[in-house]
């Protein structure tokens, strides 16, 4: 089950069900950076939005290759991290935001909407790729 008191403390009960919206960065629609984007703003850090026009792309590579100053990776999980994941072998294509240390994280289903899911399902186990905590909160 959820820990409760980790989903209260960041106030995710009012983003579930948010539409997937490309580039969506507020309530009326988000993608997946624009999810982990609001719950660190909502913890009190700023995160940078990264240059998506003109570009092919994705907030993974901005995140994570691009800009390795924006994030320290992990050896294992830890609660409202970041976790990557490769949907399409080798790129990172998704990220979602865990909520606890071992079993759940918020992302937004691929073009449908926010939602929370098990780490350990299998459609998610197999394509994750790494964990990383934003260097603001060091």
């Known amino acids: 089950m959820l820990n ?5 403390e960041i106030d995710i009960r009012d983003l ?14 988000l993608d997946c950076y624009g999810l982990a984007k609001l719950i660190e703003e909502r913890r009190g850090n700023h995160i940078p939005e990264y ?18 100053s924006l994030v320290i990776e992990l050896d294992k999980p830890e609660p409202f991290c970041v976790v990557t994941f490769s949907l399409r072998p080798p790129w990172v294509s998704h990220l979602g935001v865990l909520l606890d240390d071992t079993n759940y994280f918020i992302h937004v289903m691929s073009k449908r909407f926010v939602a929370i899911e098990r780490l350990d399902n299998i459609v998610w186990k197999n ?3 790494g964990y990383y905590r934003w260097k603001s909160l060091e």
């Open 51 to 68: 240059a998506y026009e003109g570009t092919e792309k994705t907030f993974c590579d901005y995140m994570i290759t691009d800009n390795l």
């Open 16 to 29: 579930i069900g948010i539409p997937f919206k490309v580039h969506g960065r507020d309530m009326s629609g």
């Open 4 to 8: 409760s008191e980790i989903a209260n």
């Open 127 to 129: 394509k994750i790729r």
